[in-house]
């Protein structure tokens, strides 16, 4: 398992760059990610669904919500989702929120 | 008497109640089946029907048959569960109570669900085969097609049966390679997932599989609409696939049964636990089969193994002894491949689908994560095995958990 420095703090992350422990994470953390992923600034809108899927995953053992369990719990449809962190929400947010990568299935 | 109320007559629900007419005292113990529909559909014959290997006559048999004596039967729809009260409301007015219930309701398709699909064109150029009637129509429109591109589109995550999609593809490829028309033929496999399965090993053979076949897979496409005039389908991120011929597995939910009792998640499974399967919210209500929320394929093996590891758990149950964590999540899938081959698969909640041979080490006589004449036997032999062990409860010689012997790591 590696480690980086993500906005001044170093964290385990897995081969694919998301973090593997949730208590490491905090908001510049995001903030600096959501920079490598494209995303300048981060909106109202979008810490919502950011904030809604730490909530969730804390509720699934850890597990990242699905793109589904995101909309039913936030209120947020799938297309503005997609508006909101372009090609793959679930797995955008996911590393954004410092969660694993969302499970396929099974 | 006591009570055992079990909600759904397939797959799983037929399995208990055949399973459980046997082990449990008939002085003691009443037993009663509740579903609306009289037929009892072998799902996964639909597969085949498309390419005319099977007919609708292959894939039904009456209920009844494998209702046991001493069971009642009863022919209507739950329409809502009062777990407080520990009863069950059905839609002919009749109440029903229980001490133990087991929810058996399956999952379903609901094409309705994206639109575009039930419009102008279902049945014409947009059709599935997750439903007889879907299976037959589109039969019917193969025998005429003359080759075009066929798009396959799963909608969704979970359906039940996560390698039928596959199975389909790769029997088109043999069906018009047979009918002489492959090279007017485009295949596209359109799916959600990164890749061509769930898991990474197996995602990565069947991957290759489906290359050496001239399948091409679209990954990670969340269809949000079709749009049937101009025979496209499109993503929620604008994308679009071109097709002649759609053929969709639509979005799977659980029956609305579970939405009216407030029972179910946002696609109306039940949460319970993987190892027992006992409901997270009432220690009287188990759910088996398709029905429930838990990490692993919603198939009929897999209902088959979680029954095995239930049975003996609820005789301890009612006996006042806790339940064992003892289902480890078992699934064991054919895969059809078409040109009379086949591979298997065989996993658990921990352990992905491995290379190897299945049930003895080195042996077989199948092969996993391999194409073999074997494995398709073993597939065509499965409907009689489901109809005559299966569903009547009999035990199958192989062990409900899975096992590491014969696996080859990746
Ligand atoms: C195309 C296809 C291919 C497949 N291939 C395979 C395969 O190769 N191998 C494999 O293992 N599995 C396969 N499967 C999956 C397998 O068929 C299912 O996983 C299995 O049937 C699940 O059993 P179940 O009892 O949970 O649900 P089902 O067998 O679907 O039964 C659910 C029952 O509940 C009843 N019901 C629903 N709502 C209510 C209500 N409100 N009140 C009362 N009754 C209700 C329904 O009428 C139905 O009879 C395939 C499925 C499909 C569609």
């Known amino acids: 398992m590696a480690t980086r420095t993500i906005a001044g703090k170093e964290v385990q992350v897995n081969d694919e760059g998301f973090m593997t422990d949730p208590a490491e994470w905090n908001k510049e953390i995001a903030v600096e990610i959501a920079a490598e992923e494209g995303l300048a600034e981060l909106t109202e809108s979008q ?48 590393r954004i929120a410092g969660l694993g990568k969302p499970e396929g299935c099974v | 008497m006591k009570q ?34 009289e037929i009892h559909y072998y799902q996964p ?12 006559n292959d894939v039904v048999k009456p209920k009844r048959d494998f209702i046991p004596i001493g069971v009642e039967m009863i022919k209507a729809e739950a329409d809502v569960i009062e777990p407080e009260q520990n009863r069950v409301k059905l839609t002919n007015g009749r109440t029903l ?20 699909l039930m419009e102008s ?27 075009g591109r066929l798009v396959l589109n799963v909608v969704e995550n979970p359906i039940k049966c996560p390698v039928a999609p596959l199975e389909f593809i790769m029997l088109a490829d043999w069906f018009f390679h047979e009918r002489g028309i492959r090279d007017e033929v485009e295949l596209i496999y359109a799916t959600p997932l990164p890749g061509a399965f769930t898991k990474p090993v197996a995602s990565r053979y069947l991957g290759e599989i489906l290359e050496r076949k001239n399948i091409k897979v679209i990954p990670e496409f969340l269809i949000e609409r079709a749009e049937p005039d101009d025979k496209k389908i499109v993503h929620y991120d604008e994308s679009e696939v071109e097709y002649d011929l759609l053929v969709t597995v639509p979005l799977n939910m659980g029956d609305d049964l579970i939405a009216r009792s407030g029972l179910g998640d946002e696609l109306n499974y039940v949460p319970a636990d993987k190892h027992t399967l006992l409901s997270k919210a009432h220690d009287n209500i188990f759910v088996l089969g398709d029905a429930a929320a838990i ?11 979680a029954v095995d590891c239930w049975s003996e758990n609820f005789l301890r149950y009612i006996d006042g002894l806790e339940l064992l964590p003892t ?7 054919f ?16 352990v992905e689908p491995l290379p190897g041979h299945f049930p003895l080490p080195g042996v077989g006589p199948f092969s996993l994560l391999q194409e073999s004449e074997m494995n398709h036997w073993g597939k065509m032999m499965f409907r009689w095995i489901y109809w005559n062990t299966l569903l009547k409860g009999k035990e199958l010689p192989l062990p409900a958990r899975m096992s590491m012997s014969g696996k080859r790591s990746g």
């Not at chain 2, 629900?13 to 009443?30: I, K, P, Q, S, Y």
Request: hydrophobic share 40%; with cysteine; aromatic share 12%.
């Open chain 2, 327 to 333: 289902f480890d999540g078992h699934a064991n899938c």
């Open chain 2, 97 to 116: 109570s229980y001490d133990f219930l087991v929810i058996a309701t399956g999952t379903q398709t609901r094409p309705e669900e994206t639109p575009g």
């Open chain 1, 47 to 94: 810490w919502k669904v950011i904030d809604f899927c730490r909530a969730a995953s804390a509720d699934l053992n850890g597990k990242s919500p699905t793109l589904r369990q995101i909309t039913t719990g936030t209120g947020v449809t799938t297309k503005e989702l997609f508006s909101l962190f372009p090609k793959g929400p679930a797995k955008k947010v996911a």
């Open chain 2, 295 to 305: 990490p692993t394929s919603k198939a009929g093996s897999v209902a088959h193994y």
């Open chain 2, 45 to 56: 014959g639909f597969l085949f029907i498309p390419f005319g290997m099977y007919s609708r």
């Open chain 2, 4 to 37: 055992l109320l079990v909600l759904g007559a397939g797959t799983a629900g037929t399995m208990v109640v055949n399973r459980m007419r046997r082990l449990l005292d008939a002085e003691e113990w009443m037993i009663t089946i509740v579903d609306p529909h």
């Open chain 2, 335 to 350: 895969i059809e491949s078409g040109f009379d081959k086949g591979l298997l698969i065989d996993f658990n909640y921990d």
């Open chain 2, 121 to 147: 064109e279902w049945q014409r150029s947009i059709f599935d085969f997750y439903t007889v009637d879907g299976a037959v129509a589109l039969a019917k429109h193969l025998r005429t097609w003359q080759g």
